[in-house]
Protein backbone atom coordinates (compact mmCIF):
# COMPACT_ATOMS: atom_id res chain seq x y z
CA UNK A 1 0.00 0.00 0.00
CA UNK A 2 1.69 3.31 -0.71
CA UNK A 3 1.10 6.84 0.76
CA UNK A 4 0.09 9.76 -2.04
CA UNK A 5 0.64 13.77 -1.36
CA UNK A 6 -0.90 16.30 -3.47
CA UNK A 7 0.10 19.63 -3.80
CA UNK A 8 -1.63 22.68 -5.09
CA UNK A 9 -2.77 25.88 -4.31
CA UNK A 10 -6.15 25.59 -6.32
CA UNK A 11 -8.55 23.50 -4.45
CA UNK A 12 -10.34 22.35 -7.62
CA UNK A 13 -7.56 20.96 -9.19
CA UNK A 14 -6.38 19.24 -5.55
CA UNK A 15 -9.99 17.38 -5.50
CA UNK A 16 -10.25 16.69 -9.09
CA UNK A 17 -6.72 15.09 -8.82
CA UNK A 18 -7.91 13.25 -5.45
CA UNK A 19 -11.01 11.64 -6.94
CA UNK A 20 -9.01 10.38 -10.30
CA UNK A 21 -6.42 8.65 -7.86
CA UNK A 22 -9.19 7.25 -6.14
CA UNK A 23 -11.24 5.79 -9.05
CA UNK A 24 -7.97 4.76 -10.24
CA UNK A 25 -8.05 1.07 -8.62
CA UNK A 26 -4.18 1.65 -7.53
CA UNK A 27 -3.40 0.23 -3.81
CA UNK A 28 -3.24 3.70 -2.23
CA UNK A 29 -2.78 3.55 1.70
CA UNK A 30 -3.25 7.13 2.10
CA UNK A 31 -3.87 10.59 -0.42
CA UNK A 32 -3.10 13.69 1.29
CA UNK A 33 -3.23 17.25 0.00
CA UNK A 34 -1.89 20.00 0.78
CA UNK A 35 -2.60 23.65 -0.66
CA UNK A 36 0.56 25.16 -0.83
CA UNK A 37 4.44 24.20 -0.79
CA UNK A 38 5.24 25.42 2.93
CA UNK A 39 2.41 22.99 3.78
CA UNK A 40 3.49 20.45 1.44
CA UNK A 41 6.92 20.16 2.97
CA UNK A 42 5.30 20.26 6.78
CA UNK A 43 2.78 17.24 5.59
CA UNK A 44 6.05 15.45 4.21
CA UNK A 45 7.58 14.92 7.02
CA UNK A 46 4.02 13.33 8.89
CA UNK A 47 3.26 11.13 5.83
CA UNK A 48 6.83 10.32 4.19
CA UNK A 49 4.66 9.95 1.19
CA UNK A 50 5.73 7.30 -2.13
CA UNK A 51 4.56 9.51 -4.61
CA UNK A 52 4.41 13.48 -4.95
CA UNK A 53 1.53 15.50 -7.30
CA UNK A 54 3.19 18.99 -7.35
CA UNK A 55 2.22 21.84 -9.31
CA UNK A 56 4.86 23.87 -10.34
CA UNK A 57 4.11 27.40 -9.62
CA UNK A 58 2.19 28.70 -6.57
CA UNK A 59 2.89 31.02 -4.22
CA UNK A 60 5.15 31.34 -1.37
CA UNK A 61 7.78 29.13 -2.77
CA UNK A 62 8.18 27.90 -6.36
CA UNK A 63 7.20 24.13 -6.96
CA UNK A 64 10.95 23.85 -8.58
CA UNK A 65 12.49 24.86 -5.08
CA UNK A 66 10.10 22.70 -3.16
CA UNK A 67 11.44 19.70 -5.41
CA UNK A 68 14.82 20.52 -4.86
CA UNK A 69 14.32 20.42 -1.19
CA UNK A 70 12.48 16.57 -1.17
CA UNK A 71 14.95 15.41 -3.49
CA UNK A 72 17.15 16.23 -1.48
CA UNK A 73 15.64 15.39 1.86
CA UNK A 74 13.80 12.21 0.62
CA UNK A 75 15.43 10.53 -2.62
CA UNK A 76 13.48 7.59 -2.89
CA UNK A 77 9.85 9.60 -3.30
CA UNK A 78 8.42 9.76 -6.91
CA UNK A 79 7.38 12.88 -7.91
CA UNK A 80 5.09 14.06 -10.49
CA UNK A 81 5.21 17.62 -11.78
CA UNK A 82 1.30 19.51 -12.88
CA UNK A 83 1.52 22.79 -14.52
CA UNK A 84 -1.10 24.52 -16.54
CA UNK A 85 1.74 25.74 -18.85
CA UNK A 86 3.81 23.74 -21.24
CA UNK A 87 7.15 25.33 -20.88
CA UNK A 88 9.82 23.23 -22.06
CA UNK A 89 12.48 24.81 -19.28
CA UNK A 90 10.64 24.46 -16.58
CA UNK A 91 10.20 20.85 -17.85
CA UNK A 92 13.51 20.32 -18.55
CA UNK A 93 14.67 21.65 -15.11
CA UNK A 94 12.34 19.38 -13.53
CA UNK A 95 13.70 16.00 -15.35
CA UNK A 96 16.89 17.22 -14.21
CA UNK A 97 15.90 17.15 -10.62
CA UNK A 98 14.82 13.28 -11.11
CA UNK A 99 11.15 14.55 -11.33
CA UNK A 100 9.25 10.71 -13.21
CA UNK A 101 7.07 13.25 -15.30
CA UNK A 102 5.94 16.51 -16.01
CA UNK A 103 2.01 16.60 -16.47
CA UNK A 104 -0.01 19.84 -18.19
CA UNK A 105 -3.64 20.80 -17.18
CA UNK A 106 -6.41 19.90 -17.52
CA UNK A 107 -5.17 16.18 -16.73
CA UNK A 108 -6.70 13.13 -18.23
CA UNK A 109 -7.09 10.05 -15.68
CA UNK A 110 -5.36 7.92 -19.26
CA UNK A 111 -1.90 10.22 -18.90
CA UNK A 112 -2.28 10.32 -14.98
CA UNK A 113 -2.20 6.55 -14.53
CA UNK A 114 0.53 6.00 -17.07
CA UNK A 115 2.93 8.65 -14.51
CA UNK A 116 1.49 6.32 -11.76
CA UNK A 117 1.84 3.19 -13.29
CA UNK A 118 5.88 4.38 -14.24
CA UNK A 119 6.17 5.67 -10.16
CA UNK A 120 5.00 2.10 -9.17
CA UNK A 121 7.83 0.04 -11.26
CA UNK A 122 10.26 1.82 -10.05
CA UNK A 123 9.24 1.61 -6.51
CA UNK A 124 8.39 -2.11 -6.93
CA UNK A 125 11.95 -2.48 -8.26
CA UNK A 126 13.55 -0.09 -5.21
CA UNK A 127 11.58 -2.03 -3.10
CA UNK A 128 12.47 -5.79 -4.25
CA UNK A 129 16.24 -4.25 -4.74
CA UNK A 130 16.01 -3.51 -0.61
CA UNK A 131 14.54 -6.89 -0.01
CA UNK A 132 17.37 -8.61 -1.80
CA UNK A 133 20.04 -6.63 -0.37
CA UNK A 134 19.05 -7.51 3.19
CA UNK A 135 18.34 -11.16 2.65
CA UNK A 136 21.21 -12.72 0.76
CA UNK A 137 23.45 -15.51 1.41
CA UNK A 138 26.20 -17.36 -0.55
CA UNK A 139 27.93 -20.99 0.53
CA UNK A 140 31.57 -19.17 0.15
CA UNK A 141 32.35 -16.25 1.63
CA UNK A 142 28.40 -15.44 1.84
CA UNK A 143 29.42 -11.56 3.85
CA UNK A 144 31.76 -10.65 1.44
CA UNK A 145 30.25 -12.15 -1.72
CA UNK A 146 26.85 -10.23 -0.76
CA UNK A 147 28.76 -7.14 -0.95
CA UNK A 148 29.81 -7.86 -4.13
CA UNK A 149 26.36 -8.90 -5.57
CA UNK A 150 24.73 -5.95 -3.54
CA UNK A 151 24.42 -3.64 -6.66
CA UNK A 152 23.07 -6.13 -8.75
CA UNK A 153 19.57 -4.30 -8.72
CA UNK A 154 20.64 -0.65 -9.15
CA UNK A 155 23.62 -1.46 -11.29
CA UNK A 156 25.86 -3.85 -13.02
CA UNK A 157 28.63 -5.49 -10.88
CA UNK A 158 32.27 -6.00 -12.18
CA UNK A 159 32.38 -9.60 -13.11
CA UNK A 160 35.90 -10.38 -11.98
CA UNK A 161 34.85 -9.39 -8.68
CA UNK A 162 32.39 -12.57 -8.72
CA UNK A 163 33.84 -14.65 -11.21
CA UNK A 164 37.37 -16.16 -11.23
CA UNK A 165 36.47 -16.49 -15.21
CA UNK A 166 35.20 -13.64 -15.36
CA UNK A 167 36.60 -10.93 -18.39
CA UNK A 168 35.23 -7.44 -19.46
CA UNK A 169 34.11 -9.19 -22.55
CA UNK A 170 31.80 -12.01 -20.66
CA UNK A 171 28.52 -13.17 -21.49
CA UNK A 172 25.79 -14.32 -18.60
CA UNK A 173 22.90 -16.01 -18.29
CA UNK A 174 20.96 -15.94 -15.03
CA UNK A 175 17.80 -18.31 -13.46
CA UNK A 176 15.80 -17.34 -10.58
CA UNK A 177 14.08 -19.67 -8.49
CA UNK A 178 10.72 -19.53 -7.06
CA UNK A 179 10.12 -22.49 -4.73
CA UNK A 180 7.08 -23.33 -2.47
CA UNK A 181 7.54 -22.03 0.71
CA UNK A 182 5.68 -24.30 2.24
CA UNK A 183 8.46 -27.41 1.36
CA UNK A 184 10.99 -27.94 3.58
CA UNK A 185 14.94 -28.52 2.90
CA UNK A 186 15.22 -25.42 0.45
CA UNK A 187 18.62 -24.10 0.67
CA UNK A 188 21.51 -22.72 -1.57
CA UNK A 189 23.64 -25.95 -0.33
CA UNK A 190 21.36 -28.27 -2.05
CA UNK A 191 21.31 -26.21 -5.10
CA UNK A 192 24.58 -25.44 -5.82
CA UNK A 193 25.65 -29.34 -5.05
CA UNK A 194 23.24 -30.16 -7.96
CA UNK A 195 24.16 -27.43 -10.32
CA UNK A 196 28.09 -28.83 -9.72
CA UNK A 197 27.44 -32.26 -9.70
CA UNK A 198 29.20 -32.97 -13.13
CA UNK A 199 32.29 -30.69 -12.75
CA UNK A 200 31.09 -28.06 -15.65
CA UNK A 201 30.55 -25.32 -13.02
CA UNK A 202 32.07 -24.44 -9.98
CA UNK A 203 31.68 -21.69 -7.27
CA UNK A 204 33.55 -18.53 -7.75
CA UNK A 205 35.13 -19.66 -11.59
CA UNK A 206 31.72 -19.82 -13.74
CA UNK A 207 28.85 -19.98 -10.99
CA UNK A 208 27.17 -17.86 -8.81
CA UNK A 209 23.94 -18.21 -6.28
CA UNK A 210 22.33 -16.93 -3.44
CA UNK A 211 19.00 -16.58 -1.48
CA UNK A 212 17.09 -13.54 -2.89
CA UNK A 213 14.07 -13.78 -0.08
CA UNK A 214 13.12 -17.10 1.36
CA UNK A 215 12.50 -19.84 -0.90
CA UNK A 216 13.71 -17.45 -3.90
CA UNK A 217 17.32 -18.21 -5.15
CA UNK A 218 19.22 -16.29 -7.83
CA UNK A 219 21.64 -18.39 -10.03
CA UNK A 220 24.18 -16.75 -12.00
CA UNK A 221 26.39 -18.59 -15.13
CA UNK A 222 29.48 -17.00 -16.98
CA UNK A 223 30.54 -17.40 -20.05
CA UNK A 224 34.60 -16.05 -20.10
CA UNK A 225 35.07 -16.50 -24.02
CA UNK A 226 31.93 -15.01 -26.00
CA UNK A 227 33.26 -17.33 -29.02
CA UNK A 228 31.33 -20.73 -26.83
CA UNK A 229 27.66 -19.67 -27.26
CA UNK A 230 26.32 -22.54 -28.26
CA UNK A 231 27.90 -24.68 -25.85
CA UNK A 232 27.63 -22.49 -23.23
CA UNK A 233 23.51 -22.62 -23.65
CA UNK A 234 23.83 -25.85 -23.93
CA UNK A 235 25.78 -26.49 -20.41
CA UNK A 236 23.34 -23.58 -18.78
CA UNK A 237 20.42 -26.06 -20.27
CA UNK A 238 21.90 -28.93 -19.20
CA UNK A 239 22.30 -27.36 -15.67
CA UNK A 240 18.88 -26.27 -15.00
CA UNK A 241 17.20 -29.68 -16.46
CA UNK A 242 19.78 -31.51 -13.92
CA UNK A 243 18.31 -28.56 -11.15
CA UNK A 244 14.80 -29.74 -12.00
CA UNK A 245 14.98 -33.54 -11.65
CA UNK A 246 16.50 -32.92 -8.58
CA UNK A 247 13.66 -30.87 -7.26
CA UNK A 248 11.04 -33.20 -8.96
CA UNK A 249 13.53 -36.19 -7.00
CA UNK A 250 12.81 -34.74 -3.65
CA UNK A 251 8.72 -34.24 -4.19
CA UNK A 252 8.95 -30.47 -4.44
CA UNK A 253 6.58 -30.18 -7.52
CA UNK A 254 5.59 -26.35 -6.75
CA UNK A 255 8.41 -24.65 -8.16
CA UNK A 256 9.10 -22.33 -11.06
CA UNK A 257 12.88 -21.80 -12.21
CA UNK A 258 12.67 -18.40 -14.83
CA UNK A 259 15.38 -17.88 -17.42
CA UNK A 260 16.95 -15.14 -19.17
CA UNK A 261 18.64 -14.94 -22.26
CA UNK A 262 22.37 -14.28 -22.75
CA UNK A 263 23.18 -10.58 -21.85
CA UNK A 264 26.57 -8.65 -21.65
CA UNK A 265 25.71 -7.37 -17.98
CA UNK A 266 25.08 -9.01 -15.37
CA UNK A 267 22.23 -6.78 -13.91
CA UNK A 268 20.09 -7.41 -17.59
CA UNK A 269 20.27 -11.06 -17.20
CA UNK A 270 18.98 -10.92 -13.32
CA UNK A 271 15.99 -8.55 -14.31
CA UNK A 272 15.41 -10.88 -17.37
CA UNK A 273 15.12 -14.10 -14.92
CA UNK A 274 12.77 -12.38 -12.41
CA UNK A 275 10.62 -11.08 -15.44
CA UNK A 276 9.95 -14.46 -16.67
CA UNK A 277 9.66 -16.19 -13.03
CA UNK A 278 6.75 -13.67 -12.30
CA UNK A 279 5.06 -15.38 -15.66
CA UNK A 280 4.41 -18.17 -13.67
CA UNK A 281 0.61 -16.67 -13.16
CA UNK A 282 0.47 -16.84 -16.68
CA UNK A 283 2.02 -20.18 -17.52
CA UNK A 284 0.87 -23.08 -15.19
CA UNK A 285 2.37 -26.43 -15.16
CA UNK A 286 5.30 -24.74 -16.48
CA UNK A 287 8.75 -25.52 -14.36
CA UNK A 288 10.77 -23.38 -16.84
CA UNK A 289 10.32 -20.13 -18.78
CA UNK A 290 12.38 -18.74 -20.96
CA UNK A 291 12.01 -15.27 -22.63
CA UNK A 292 10.33 -16.61 -25.26
CA UNK A 293 7.49 -17.95 -23.28
CA UNK A 294 7.11 -14.87 -21.47
CA UNK A 295 6.84 -12.66 -24.72
CA UNK A 296 3.15 -12.85 -25.72
CA UNK A 297 1.98 -11.10 -22.25
CA UNK A 298 2.45 -7.66 -22.86
CA UNK A 299 -0.77 -6.52 -23.18
CA UNK A 300 -2.03 -3.54 -21.77
CA UNK A 301 -5.18 -4.59 -19.79
CA UNK A 302 -7.59 -3.19 -17.51
CA UNK A 303 -11.04 -5.43 -15.89
CA UNK A 304 -13.48 -2.53 -16.90
CA UNK A 305 -14.97 -0.67 -13.55
CA UNK A 306 -18.89 -1.63 -14.48
CA UNK A 307 -17.03 -5.16 -13.44
CA UNK A 308 -16.12 -3.81 -10.41
CA UNK A 309 -19.52 -2.02 -9.64
CA UNK A 310 -21.36 -5.10 -10.63
CA UNK A 311 -18.86 -7.35 -7.62
CA UNK A 312 -19.45 -4.53 -5.23
CA UNK A 313 -23.55 -4.87 -5.69
CA UNK A 314 -23.40 -8.94 -5.54
CA UNK A 315 -21.26 -8.87 -2.66
CA UNK A 316 -23.27 -6.13 -0.62
CA UNK A 317 -26.24 -8.09 -1.38
CA UNK A 318 -24.34 -10.97 0.55
CA UNK A 319 -25.28 -13.23 -3.19
CA UNK A 320 -21.88 -15.63 -2.98
CA UNK A 321 -23.25 -17.62 -6.41
CA UNK A 322 -23.68 -14.18 -8.36
CA UNK A 323 -19.85 -12.97 -7.26
CA UNK A 324 -18.76 -16.35 -8.23
CA UNK A 325 -19.82 -15.85 -11.84
CA UNK A 326 -18.16 -12.34 -11.38
CA UNK A 327 -15.32 -13.60 -10.69
CA UNK A 328 -14.99 -16.32 -13.17
CA UNK A 329 -15.87 -14.09 -15.74
CA UNK A 330 -13.28 -11.65 -14.74
CA UNK A 331 -10.75 -14.83 -14.85
CA UNK A 332 -11.78 -15.54 -18.44
CA UNK A 333 -10.92 -12.02 -20.04
CA UNK A 334 -7.98 -11.75 -18.22
CA UNK A 335 -6.53 -15.09 -19.46
CA UNK A 336 -7.55 -14.63 -22.68
CA UNK A 337 -6.19 -10.84 -23.14
CA UNK A 338 -2.67 -12.02 -22.64
CA UNK A 339 -2.12 -8.79 -20.06
CA UNK A 340 1.29 -7.43 -18.91
CA UNK A 341 2.24 -8.56 -15.21
CA UNK A 342 2.15 -5.26 -14.15
CA UNK A 343 -1.52 -5.45 -15.00
CA UNK A 344 -2.35 -8.79 -13.35
CA UNK A 345 -0.51 -6.65 -10.48
CA UNK A 346 -2.89 -4.03 -10.15
CA UNK A 347 -5.78 -5.65 -11.01
CA UNK A 348 -5.10 -7.57 -7.74
CA UNK A 349 -4.54 -4.83 -6.37
CA UNK A 350 -7.65 -2.85 -7.27
CA UNK A 351 -9.09 -5.95 -4.47
CA UNK A 352 -7.21 -5.79 -2.36
CA UNK A 353 -8.31 -1.92 -2.43
CA UNK A 354 -11.79 -3.06 -2.44
CA UNK A 355 -11.38 -5.02 0.21
CA UNK A 356 -10.09 -2.72 2.68
CA UNK A 357 -11.90 0.64 1.39
CA UNK A 358 -15.59 -0.25 0.64
CA UNK A 359 -16.06 -3.05 3.09
CA UNK A 360 -13.45 -2.47 5.47
CA UNK A 361 -11.55 -5.88 5.34
CA UNK A 362 -8.00 -6.24 5.78
CA UNK A 363 -6.83 -9.41 3.50
CA UNK A 364 -3.44 -9.36 5.21
CA UNK A 365 -5.00 -9.59 8.68
CA UNK A 366 -7.40 -12.64 7.37
CA UNK A 367 -5.40 -14.53 5.42
CA UNK A 368 -2.11 -15.88 6.86
CA UNK A 369 0.30 -15.93 5.00
CA UNK A 370 -0.76 -12.89 2.98
CA UNK A 371 0.56 -12.67 -0.73
CA UNK A 372 1.34 -8.89 -1.53
CA UNK A 373 2.80 -10.11 -4.99
CA UNK A 374 0.35 -11.79 -7.74
CA UNK A 375 3.98 -14.22 -8.52
CA UNK A 376 3.21 -16.01 -5.05
CA UNK A 377 0.09 -17.55 -6.73
CA UNK A 378 0.75 -20.95 -8.97
CA UNK A 379 -1.48 -19.60 -11.51
CA UNK A 380 -4.49 -17.29 -12.65
CA UNK A 381 -6.62 -19.27 -11.77
CA UNK A 382 -4.96 -19.91 -8.30
CA UNK A 383 -5.06 -16.35 -8.05
CA UNK A 384 -8.91 -15.95 -8.31
CA UNK A 385 -9.94 -19.07 -6.39
CA UNK A 386 -7.98 -16.74 -3.35
CA UNK A 387 -10.35 -14.02 -4.52
CA UNK A 388 -13.18 -16.26 -4.12
CA UNK A 389 -12.19 -16.94 -0.95
CA UNK A 390 -11.72 -13.23 -0.06
CA UNK A 391 -15.43 -12.64 -0.99
CA UNK A 392 -16.69 -15.15 0.83
CA UNK A 393 -15.12 -14.21 3.74
CA UNK A 394 -16.43 -10.52 2.96
CA UNK A 395 -19.85 -11.50 2.92
CA UNK A 396 -19.75 -13.98 6.19
CA UNK A 397 -18.30 -11.08 8.56
CA UNK A 398 -21.16 -9.25 6.75
CA UNK A 399 -23.42 -11.48 7.55
CA UNK A 400 -22.04 -11.84 11.30
CA UNK A 401 -21.79 -7.82 11.49
CA UNK A 402 -25.95 -8.11 10.52
CA UNK A 403 -26.59 -10.55 12.94
CA UNK A 404 -24.89 -9.00 16.02
CA UNK A 405 -26.22 -5.66 14.73
CA UNK A 406 -30.43 -6.75 14.90
CA UNK A 407 -28.97 -8.77 18.01
CA UNK A 408 -28.04 -4.95 19.59
CA UNK A 409 -31.15 -3.59 18.07
CA UNK A 410 -33.50 -5.66 19.57
CA UNK A 411 -31.94 -5.34 23.04
CA UNK A 412 -32.93 -0.91 22.33
CA UNK A 413 -36.29 -2.26 21.23
CA UNK A 414 -37.31 -3.89 24.10
CA UNK A 415 -35.95 -1.00 26.33
CA UNK A 416 -37.97 1.59 24.53
CA UNK A 417 -40.86 -1.04 24.19
CA UNK A 418 -40.61 -1.10 28.22
CA UNK A 419 -39.58 2.11 29.46
CA UNK A 420 -41.30 4.55 26.41
CA UNK A 421 -43.33 5.96 29.65
CA UNK A 422 -39.68 7.19 31.34
CA UNK A 423 -37.71 10.24 29.41
CA UNK A 424 -35.95 8.18 27.16
CA UNK A 425 -32.90 9.61 25.11
CA UNK A 426 -30.65 7.66 22.92
CA UNK A 427 -27.45 8.71 24.59
CA UNK A 428 -28.39 7.45 27.90
CA UNK A 429 -29.60 4.14 26.36
CA UNK A 430 -26.07 4.36 24.41
CA UNK A 431 -24.14 4.62 27.68
CA UNK A 432 -25.87 2.41 29.25
CA UNK A 433 -24.97 -0.60 26.83
CA UNK A 434 -21.69 0.95 26.11
CA UNK A 435 -21.87 2.07 22.69
CA UNK A 436 -21.35 5.45 20.88
CA UNK A 437 -24.62 7.23 20.46
CA UNK A 438 -23.97 8.24 16.74
CA UNK A 439 -23.36 4.70 15.67
CA UNK A 440 -26.56 3.15 17.60
CA UNK A 441 -28.79 5.62 15.59
CA UNK A 442 -27.04 4.63 12.35
CA UNK A 443 -27.60 1.06 13.29
CA UNK A 444 -31.35 1.31 14.66
CA UNK A 445 -32.24 2.81 11.22
CA UNK A 446 -30.07 0.03 8.98
CA UNK A 447 -32.05 -2.41 10.81
CA UNK A 448 -35.78 -0.89 11.73
CA UNK A 449 -36.11 1.10 8.64
CA UNK A 450 -37.40 4.13 10.84
CA UNK A 451 -35.01 6.36 13.19
CA UNK A 452 -34.64 6.57 16.94
CA UNK A 453 -37.26 9.21 17.94
CA UNK A 454 -39.86 8.12 14.63
CA UNK A 455 -40.19 4.32 16.69
CA UNK A 456 -40.03 6.01 20.27
CA UNK A 457 -43.15 8.10 19.39
CA UNK A 458 -44.66 4.99 17.58
CA UNK A 459 -44.55 3.22 20.74
CA UNK A 460 -46.37 5.98 22.92
CA UNK A 461 -49.06 6.89 20.72
CA UNK A 462 -49.94 3.13 20.39
CA UNK A 463 -49.81 2.82 23.68
CA UNK A 464 -51.67 5.96 24.24
CA UNK A 465 -54.66 4.76 21.51
CA UNK A 466 -54.52 1.36 23.61
CA UNK A 467 -54.88 3.28 26.94
CA UNK A 468 -57.75 6.13 25.13
CA UNK A 469 -59.70 2.81 23.85
CA UNK A 470 -59.46 1.17 27.25
CA UNK A 471 -61.60 3.87 28.80
CA UNK A 472 -60.09 3.36 32.01
CA UNK A 473 -57.52 6.83 32.02
CA UNK A 474 -58.31 10.49 31.61
CA UNK A 475 -56.86 11.92 28.67
CA UNK A 476 -53.99 14.01 31.26
CA UNK A 477 -53.14 10.49 33.00
CA UNK A 478 -52.58 9.47 29.88
CA UNK A 479 -50.27 11.92 28.94
CA UNK A 480 -47.74 11.62 31.70
CA UNK A 481 -48.70 7.29 31.07
CA UNK A 482 -46.96 7.67 27.57
CA UNK A 483 -44.07 10.03 28.44
CA UNK A 484 -45.48 13.71 28.00
CA UNK A 485 -45.17 16.06 30.72
CA UNK A 486 -47.71 18.70 29.26
CA UNK A 487 -51.20 17.22 28.36
CA UNK A 488 -51.85 19.97 26.04
CA UNK A 489 -48.67 18.92 24.06
CA UNK A 490 -49.51 15.31 23.89
CA UNK A 491 -52.98 16.28 22.55
CA UNK A 492 -51.00 18.11 19.59
CA UNK A 493 -48.42 15.23 18.90
CA UNK A 494 -51.84 12.76 19.02
CA UNK A 495 -53.57 14.46 16.60
CA UNK A 496 -50.21 14.91 14.49
CA UNK A 497 -49.88 10.99 14.51
CA UNK A 498 -53.78 10.04 14.19
CA UNK A 499 -55.11 12.56 12.49
CA UNK A 500 -57.54 13.33 15.24
CA UNK A 501 -57.44 14.40 18.83
CA UNK A 502 -57.63 12.14 21.74
CA UNK A 503 -61.49 13.03 22.65
CA UNK A 504 -62.04 12.62 18.93
CA UNK A 505 -60.40 9.40 18.95
CA UNK A 506 -62.33 8.35 21.50
CA UNK A 507 -65.75 9.85 20.38
CA UNK A 508 -65.50 8.77 16.94
CA UNK A 509 -64.77 4.88 18.18
CA UNK A 510 -67.91 4.88 20.86
CA UNK A 511 -70.18 6.11 17.97
Known sequence: MYNILVVDDEEIIREGLISKLKKGGFAWSRIEEAAS???????MEELRPHIVLCDIRMEEMDGLEMIRTLSRKYPRTKMIIISGYSEFEYASRALKLGVVDYLLKPIDKSTLYQALARCFEMIEKEEQEQR????????????????????????DCDPAEIFRAGRPDSLFQAAYLLADPQARAW?????????????????????????????????????????????????????????????????????????????????????????????????????????????????????PLHK????????????????????????????????????????????????????????????????QEVYYFHSLRDMFDWLQELFTTIINISNSSRHSKEKVIQSLKAYIDTHYAEDVKLEDIAEIQ???????????????????????????????????????????????????KNPHYFSTVFKKAKGVTPKEFVKAFHS
Open 132 to 155: SLEQWSMQESARELRSKLARIEFE
Open 434 to 484: HYNASYLSIVFKEVMNINFQDYLLKVRMDNAQSMLLSGKHKVKDIARMTGF
Open 187 to 303: DADMLGEALTRDGEWSYGDNLALFEASPSEFALFFCLAEPSGREPFAEAVDRALARLQDELLRRNHFQFTIGTSGMHERLADSYREAVHCMKHRLFIEDNHRIAPMDAEPYKQLYKI
Open 308 to 371: FMTLKHYTESNDLRSVVAVLNEMRTEVSEALPAYHCAQNLYNHFLTTALEDFNIDPSVHFQPFR
Open 37 to 43: AEQGLKR
